[in-house]
């Protein structure tokens, strides 16, 4: 049972460079989520998928992107990370008819 | 979308209830109140959620009032393992598209 999985899991990188995150789930959820938990805070909606080739910002969209051409997969890319995108990162999926979530075990990104 | 309310810490003795309240005035009529908890930094993990009615499950129960702007969770016999953050979301949906989005939770601290 690997359920979804994110990685890199730990990922320091410098100002300007392009990240991206991965994020695979093995269970054929139509629907993915990226969030950010910054230190002490709550979690912030990044982006979001209900299908294949389907995306929707989410609150804090702005200087990321992403893509989904297949199902298992969701990918979060930094363009040209800032310090204020260090955080960690969630990537989640759910079924059809926006079911429980299940969460990742979270990739920490530094960016110095 | 929903705006959820939670206090911003609670503290709760060993062995004794939480009860963990929740505000959300603004909800509609078919979305959903789901309860997510956090402990340290690890994925948020699925608790209990529901529409109108008061649920129950083995981990708590949720309580959500008749006109359906509140909620509170419920952790019958508290331990300290339960000290995380507790998170409560209401499920929104634009265009047919679901999303959650997480609040500032409640830091919940079981004392021994």
């Known amino acids: 049972d690997a359920g979804i999985t994110q990685s890199p899991r730990y990922k320091i990188t410098e100002t300007g460079r392009q990240v991206t995150l991965m994020c695979h789930q093995t269970?054929?959820?139509?629907?993915m989520f990226w969030y950010r938990q910054d230190l002490g805070h709550g979690l912030r909606l990044i982006y979001y998928s209900a299908a294949a080739d389907i995306t929707d910002k989410g609150e804090v969209p702005d200087g990321y992107v992403v893509s989904r051409s297949k199902t298992e997969n969701f990918p979060l890319t930094l363009e040209s990370a800032t310090r204020s995108q260090t955080s960690v990162y969630f990537c989640?999926?759910?079924?059809?008819?926006?079911?429980?979530?299940?969460f990742g075990e979270g990739s920490w990104l530094t960016v110095v | 979308d929903a705006k959820t309310t939670q206090p911003t810490s609670m503290d709760c003795a060993e062995g004794r209830a939480a009860n963990l309240p929740c505000n959300h005035s603004?909800?509609?009529?078919?979305?959903?109140v789901y309860w997510y908890r956090q402990i340290h930094s690890q994925g948020p993990q699925y608790i209990i959620h529901?529409?109108?009615n008061n649920e129950t499950n083995e981990m708590a129960s949720l309580i959500i009032t008749e006109d359906r702007k509140s909620s509170t969770l419920i952790l019958p016999h508290a331990t300290l393992r339960d000290t995380a953050v507790y998170y409560c979301?209401?499920?929104?949906?634009?265009?047919?598209?679901?999303?959650?989005?997480f609040g500032t939770g409640t830091r919940l601290k079981v004392l021994a």
């Open positions: 603004t909800i509609s009529g078919n979305e959903y």
């Open positions: 529901g529409l109108k």
């Open positions: 269970w054929s959820h139509s629907y």
């Open positions: 979301i209401v499920r929104s949906s634009t265009s047919g598209t679901y999303k959650y989005i």
């Open positions: 989640a999926s759910s079924g059809q008819g926006g079911n429980t979530i299940y």
